[in-house]
Protein backbone atom coordinates (compact mmCIF):
# COMPACT_ATOMS: atom_id res chain seq x y z
CA UNK A 1 0.00 0.00 0.00
CA UNK A 2 3.19 2.58 1.40
CA UNK A 3 4.31 1.57 -1.98
CA UNK A 4 1.99 2.00 -4.28
CA UNK A 5 1.42 5.56 -2.75
CA UNK A 6 5.11 6.26 -3.47
CA UNK A 7 4.81 5.12 -6.61
CA UNK A 8 1.30 7.03 -7.75
CA UNK A 9 3.49 10.19 -6.13
CA UNK A 10 6.44 9.49 -8.41
CA UNK A 11 4.03 8.91 -11.48
CA UNK A 12 2.19 12.62 -10.70
CA UNK A 13 5.86 14.09 -10.19
CA UNK A 14 7.37 12.64 -13.96
CA UNK A 15 3.84 13.67 -15.40
CA UNK A 16 3.96 17.23 -14.34
CA UNK A 17 7.64 17.49 -15.35
CA UNK A 18 6.83 16.30 -18.72
CA UNK A 19 4.79 18.96 -19.54
CA UNK A 20 5.92 21.70 -17.81
CA UNK A 21 9.13 20.86 -19.92
CA UNK A 22 7.28 20.36 -22.99
CA UNK A 23 5.36 23.65 -22.67
CA UNK A 24 8.93 24.93 -22.04
CA UNK A 25 10.75 23.61 -24.88
CA UNK A 26 7.75 24.57 -26.78
CA UNK A 27 7.78 28.16 -25.66
CA UNK A 28 11.31 28.73 -26.00
CA UNK A 29 11.05 27.75 -29.85
CA UNK A 30 8.06 30.08 -30.22
CA UNK A 31 10.03 32.81 -28.65
CA UNK A 32 12.96 31.92 -31.12
CA UNK A 33 11.08 31.89 -34.18
CA UNK A 34 9.70 35.19 -32.92
CA UNK A 35 12.90 36.65 -32.63
CA UNK A 36 14.65 34.86 -35.51
CA UNK A 37 11.93 36.31 -37.46
CA UNK A 38 11.69 40.19 -36.04
CA UNK A 39 15.88 40.46 -36.67
CA UNK A 40 15.57 39.44 -40.07
CA UNK A 41 12.75 41.64 -40.54
CA UNK A 42 14.88 44.50 -38.85
CA UNK A 43 17.62 43.63 -41.24
CA UNK A 44 16.14 44.03 -44.40
CA UNK A 45 14.44 47.34 -42.96
CA UNK A 46 18.06 48.12 -42.52
CA UNK A 47 19.08 47.27 -46.57
CA UNK A 48 16.20 48.92 -48.00
CA UNK A 49 17.36 52.03 -46.71
CA UNK A 50 21.10 51.54 -47.60
CA UNK A 51 19.14 50.16 -50.98
CA UNK A 52 17.10 53.47 -51.36
CA UNK A 53 20.05 55.68 -50.51
CA UNK A 54 22.15 54.49 -53.28
CA UNK A 55 19.51 54.03 -55.50
CA UNK A 56 18.76 57.78 -55.18
CA UNK A 57 22.69 58.79 -55.63
CA UNK A 58 23.12 56.35 -58.60
CA UNK A 59 20.14 57.68 -60.48
CA UNK A 60 21.29 61.18 -59.41
CA UNK A 61 25.13 61.11 -60.39
CA UNK A 62 26.82 60.28 -63.37
CA UNK A 63 26.44 56.08 -64.27
CA UNK A 64 28.86 53.85 -62.08
CA UNK A 65 28.64 50.11 -63.25
CA UNK A 66 30.13 49.25 -59.53
CA UNK A 67 26.59 51.18 -57.65
CA UNK A 68 24.84 49.18 -60.57
CA UNK A 69 26.05 45.87 -59.10
CA UNK A 70 26.13 46.74 -55.19
CA UNK A 71 22.12 47.72 -56.20
CA UNK A 72 21.66 44.66 -57.81
CA UNK A 73 23.03 42.25 -55.09
CA UNK A 74 21.54 44.21 -52.34
CA UNK A 75 18.11 43.85 -53.92
CA UNK A 76 19.27 40.56 -54.38
CA UNK A 77 20.02 40.15 -51.07
CA UNK A 78 16.73 41.19 -49.50
CA UNK A 79 14.64 39.15 -51.69
CA UNK A 80 16.57 35.80 -50.42
CA UNK A 81 16.05 37.24 -46.97
CA UNK A 82 12.37 37.93 -47.69
CA UNK A 83 12.18 34.20 -49.04
CA UNK A 84 13.89 32.53 -46.19
CA UNK A 85 10.86 33.91 -43.97
CA UNK A 86 8.80 31.51 -45.45
CA UNK A 87 10.61 28.94 -43.15
CA UNK A 88 9.86 30.82 -40.02
CA UNK A 89 6.98 33.10 -40.73
CA UNK A 90 3.69 31.75 -39.80
CA UNK A 91 1.50 33.83 -41.93
CA UNK A 92 2.80 32.95 -45.53
CA UNK A 93 0.52 35.36 -46.78
CA UNK A 94 2.62 38.60 -45.12
CA UNK A 95 5.57 36.81 -46.63
CA UNK A 96 4.24 36.81 -50.42
CA UNK A 97 2.82 40.21 -49.97
CA UNK A 98 7.20 41.26 -48.66
CA UNK A 99 7.91 39.12 -51.85
CA UNK A 100 5.30 41.23 -54.22
CA UNK A 101 7.05 44.32 -52.42
CA UNK A 102 10.35 43.44 -53.17
CA UNK A 103 9.38 43.09 -56.80
CA UNK A 104 8.07 46.05 -57.53
CA UNK A 105 10.50 47.90 -55.75
CA UNK A 106 13.43 46.14 -58.25
CA UNK A 107 11.18 47.02 -60.85
CA UNK A 108 11.08 50.95 -59.64
CA UNK A 109 15.04 50.77 -59.29
CA UNK A 110 16.12 49.10 -61.87
CA UNK A 111 13.35 48.97 -64.34
CA UNK A 112 14.29 52.15 -66.13
CA UNK A 113 16.98 54.97 -66.20
CA UNK A 114 19.47 51.47 -65.10
CA UNK A 115 22.68 49.95 -66.51
CA UNK A 116 22.72 50.72 -70.42
CA UNK A 117 19.56 52.83 -69.90
CA UNK A 118 21.41 55.31 -67.74
CA UNK A 119 22.26 57.87 -70.08
CA UNK A 120 22.98 60.93 -67.75
CA UNK A 121 22.04 62.03 -64.26
CA UNK A 122 18.21 62.70 -63.23
CA UNK A 123 16.89 65.87 -62.23
CA UNK A 124 15.88 65.54 -58.10
CA UNK A 125 12.17 66.46 -59.04
CA UNK A 126 11.99 63.58 -61.72
CA UNK A 127 9.01 61.04 -61.04
CA UNK A 128 11.35 57.59 -61.39
CA UNK A 129 12.99 59.55 -57.91
CA UNK A 130 9.56 59.74 -56.45
CA UNK A 131 8.43 56.31 -57.70
CA UNK A 132 11.37 54.36 -55.47
CA UNK A 133 10.97 56.47 -52.48
CA UNK A 134 7.28 55.24 -53.03
CA UNK A 135 8.09 51.78 -53.87
CA UNK A 136 10.57 51.20 -51.04
CA UNK A 137 8.40 53.01 -48.17
CA UNK A 138 5.81 50.40 -49.24
CA UNK A 139 8.34 47.75 -48.83
CA UNK A 140 9.53 49.37 -45.38
CA UNK A 141 5.88 49.48 -43.99
CA UNK A 142 5.02 45.61 -45.18
CA UNK A 143 8.30 44.21 -43.58
CA UNK A 144 7.44 46.57 -40.05
CA UNK A 145 3.91 44.74 -40.07
CA UNK A 146 5.69 41.01 -41.05
CA UNK A 147 7.80 41.85 -37.55
CA UNK A 148 4.96 43.41 -35.81
CA UNK A 149 2.40 40.67 -36.53
CA UNK A 150 4.87 38.42 -34.60
CA UNK A 151 3.59 40.37 -31.18
CA UNK A 152 0.08 40.25 -31.43
CA UNK A 153 -1.32 42.08 -27.83
CA UNK A 154 -3.11 38.38 -27.32
CA UNK A 155 -0.62 36.14 -27.38
CA UNK A 156 -1.90 32.63 -27.46
CA UNK B 1 14.08 19.83 -71.11
CA UNK B 2 16.85 21.91 -72.00
CA UNK B 3 18.19 23.64 -69.03
CA UNK B 4 20.05 26.92 -68.73
CA UNK B 5 21.58 28.21 -65.89
CA UNK B 6 22.31 31.97 -66.23
CA UNK B 7 25.51 32.11 -64.06
CA UNK B 8 27.08 29.04 -65.43
CA UNK B 9 26.06 29.29 -69.30
CA UNK B 10 25.62 33.11 -69.89
CA UNK B 11 27.17 35.39 -67.37
CA UNK B 12 27.36 36.06 -63.59
CA UNK B 13 27.03 40.01 -64.10
CA UNK B 14 24.18 39.96 -66.48
CA UNK B 15 23.93 43.93 -67.36
CA UNK B 16 21.36 45.87 -68.89
CA UNK B 17 18.75 45.72 -71.72
CA UNK B 18 20.16 45.74 -75.30
CA UNK B 19 22.50 43.72 -76.90
CA UNK B 20 24.33 47.28 -78.47
CA UNK B 21 25.00 48.13 -75.01
CA UNK B 22 26.88 44.51 -74.06
CA UNK B 23 26.38 41.38 -74.73
CA UNK B 24 25.52 40.18 -71.08
CA UNK B 25 22.75 42.50 -71.74
CA UNK B 26 18.49 41.02 -71.43
CA UNK B 27 18.16 40.54 -75.32
CA UNK B 28 21.39 38.60 -75.53
CA UNK B 29 20.27 36.59 -73.22
CA UNK B 30 17.35 35.88 -75.06
CA UNK B 31 18.17 35.38 -78.63
CA UNK B 32 21.26 33.07 -77.28
CA UNK B 33 19.48 30.86 -75.00
CA UNK B 34 15.35 31.15 -75.36
CA UNK B 35 13.99 32.63 -78.77
CA UNK B 36 15.60 28.97 -80.71
CA UNK B 37 13.68 26.85 -78.50
CA UNK B 38 10.76 28.28 -77.39
CA UNK B 39 9.88 28.93 -80.60
CA UNK B 40 10.09 25.26 -81.68
CA UNK B 41 7.87 24.74 -78.38
CA UNK B 42 10.67 23.28 -76.32
CA UNK B 43 10.92 23.22 -72.15
CA UNK B 44 12.90 25.70 -70.77
CA UNK B 45 14.00 25.53 -67.49
CA UNK B 46 15.70 28.49 -66.51
CA UNK B 47 17.85 28.60 -63.14
CA UNK B 48 18.84 32.25 -62.12
CA UNK B 49 20.44 31.37 -58.75
CA UNK B 50 24.11 32.23 -58.48
CA UNK B 51 24.81 35.49 -60.60
CA UNK B 52 25.39 39.33 -58.64
CA UNK B 53 21.73 40.19 -59.14
CA UNK B 54 19.55 41.32 -61.95
CA UNK B 55 18.50 44.12 -62.77
CA UNK B 56 14.46 44.61 -64.22
CA UNK B 57 15.62 46.08 -67.61
CA UNK B 58 17.33 42.80 -68.07
CA UNK B 59 14.92 40.53 -66.80
CA UNK B 60 11.97 42.55 -68.98
CA UNK B 61 14.33 42.93 -71.96
CA UNK B 62 14.40 38.69 -71.71
CA UNK B 63 11.43 37.45 -70.82
CA UNK B 64 8.90 40.01 -72.12
CA UNK B 65 10.77 40.47 -74.99
CA UNK B 66 10.27 36.90 -75.83
CA UNK B 67 6.94 37.15 -76.28
CA UNK B 68 7.36 40.37 -78.26
CA UNK B 69 9.00 39.48 -80.54
CA UNK B 70 8.20 35.01 -81.46
CA UNK B 71 4.33 36.66 -80.85
CA UNK B 72 3.60 34.11 -78.78
CA UNK B 73 0.91 34.42 -76.07
CA UNK B 74 1.72 34.82 -72.81
CA UNK B 75 0.01 31.11 -71.91
CA UNK B 76 1.99 29.35 -74.16
CA UNK B 77 5.30 31.04 -73.11
CA UNK B 78 4.50 30.92 -69.30
CA UNK B 79 3.63 27.33 -70.72
CA UNK B 80 6.96 26.39 -72.12
CA UNK B 81 8.84 28.01 -69.34
CA UNK B 82 10.09 26.60 -65.59
CA UNK B 83 11.72 29.47 -63.64
CA UNK B 84 14.05 28.41 -60.58
CA UNK B 85 15.56 31.06 -57.82
CA UNK B 86 16.09 31.03 -54.35
CA UNK B 87 14.38 34.88 -54.76
CA UNK B 88 10.79 33.85 -55.41
CA UNK B 89 10.04 37.21 -56.31
CA UNK B 90 12.14 37.53 -59.36
CA UNK B 91 10.30 34.60 -60.36
CA UNK B 92 7.05 36.30 -60.20
CA UNK B 93 8.52 39.71 -61.91
CA UNK B 94 9.42 37.68 -64.75
CA UNK B 95 5.87 36.09 -64.91
CA UNK B 96 4.82 39.53 -64.78
CA UNK B 97 6.44 40.63 -67.59
CA UNK B 98 5.29 38.07 -69.48
CA UNK B 99 1.57 38.49 -69.13
CA UNK B 100 1.99 42.20 -69.33
CA UNK B 101 4.33 41.75 -72.72
CA UNK B 102 1.07 39.65 -74.23
CA UNK B 103 -1.75 41.78 -72.65
CA UNK B 104 -0.47 44.15 -74.96
CA UNK B 105 -0.32 42.39 -77.80
Known sequence: MEFLKWFGQVVVVVLGWYVVNSLTVRRDIEKARRELTADAADAVFSRINHLLQLALSYHCEAHSSTNAFSIKMILQDIGQQVDSLMAVCQDRKLVLTNQRKIAQLRRAVTGHHFDDEHYHPLNQNDELLQEIASAAMDAKISIIQLKYQQFPLEMP | ?105
Not at chain 2, 80 to 86: A, G, Q, V
Open chain 2, 1 to 105: MIVVNIARDFTRFPVGRYIRNGTTSGEGFRERFLEIPIAKGEHVKVEFDGTVGYGSSFLEEAFGGLVRKLGLKSEVVLSLLTLESSDASICEEVKDYILQAGSRQ
